[in-house]
T-cell receptor, first 111, second 114 residues
Framework: LAKTTQPISMDSYEGQEVNITCSHN???????ITWYQQFPSQGPRFIIQ???TKVTNEVASLFIPADRKSSTLSLPRVSLSDTAVYYC????????????FGPGTRLSVLP | DADVTQTPRNRITKTGKRIMLECSQT?????MYWYRQDPGLGLRLIYY???????NKGEISDGYSVSRQAQAKFSLSLESAIPNQTALYFC?????????????FGPGTRLTVL
């Protein structure tokens, strides 16, 4: 299993850009990097996914260096509603054994 | 995701009782999953099913069983509930292909075992 490491918590202020980095030193050649967001008492919600370089959607950007041993989720201009737990996962094709949610990063956005 | 529903949403039961949690999906996905989440922790995989005839144990399957009655339905049973099974339970679905790991989660079932 490709294990991930990310900060336990982060604080930010409204309007700032937030970058959350995830380490995955043992990522396999075919693994994708996937990020989820979870609000209290709700199921996780898919944010973004990538394999290499940079991916951007309407919610976030994902930066992946050439060695793919880490990745950075970038949230532009956060608001209070972005306060949540963010999970980084690596794996391929939804293989259940590869789908491991660690404790995630608890992001608190302050006014 | 409104296309993935779970029943009941909340359940309080007593030690030793048999409990069934149900999950239904209208997304047409072939793969379904059951997770549990304890306070302050990430999700842990209990069972997953890649199609009706394929069921696999996850990280923490002891004390649980599942049934995939149809492509759209995946039930989780606690044969004899114990207090340390008190947790938030999530069902999720996904589809084969695409190479990635996008899953769609239900709203969760909060289970309390007294």
């Amino acid at each position: 299993l490709a294990k991930t490491t990310q900060p336990i918590s982060m604080d930010s202020y409204e309007g700032q850009e937030v970058n959350i980095t995830c380490s995955h030193n043992n990522i396999a050649t075919n693994d994708y990097i996937t990020w989820y967001q979870q609000f209290p008492s709700q199921g996780p919600r898919f944010i973004i996914q990538g394999y290499k370089t940079k991916v951007t959607n309407e919610v976030a950007s994902l930066f992946i260096p050439a060695d793919r041993k880490s990745s950075t989720l970038s949230l532009p201009r956060v608001s209070l509603s972005d306060t949540a737990v963010y999970y980084c996962l690596v794996g391929r094709d939804n293989y259940g054994q590869n789908f491991v949610f660690g404790p995630g990063t608890r992001l608190s956005v302050l006014p | 995701d409104a296309d993935v529903t779970q029943t009941p949403r909340n359940r309080i039961t007593k030690t030793g009782k048999r409990i069934m949690l149900e999950c239904s999906q209208t997304k047409g996905h072939d793969r379904m999953y059951w997770y549990r989440q304890d306070p302050g922790l990430g999700l842990r995989l209990i069972y997953y099913s890649f199609d009706v005839k394929d069921i696999n144990k996850g990280e923490i399957s002891d004390g649980y069983s599942v049934s995939r009655q149809a492509q759209a339905k995946f039930s989780l049973s606690l044969e004899s509930a114990i207090p340390n099974q008190t947790a938030l339970y999530f069902c999720a679905t996904s589809y084969r292909g695409g190479g990635g790991n996008e899953q769609f989660f239900g709203p969760g079932t909060r289970l309390t075992v007294l």
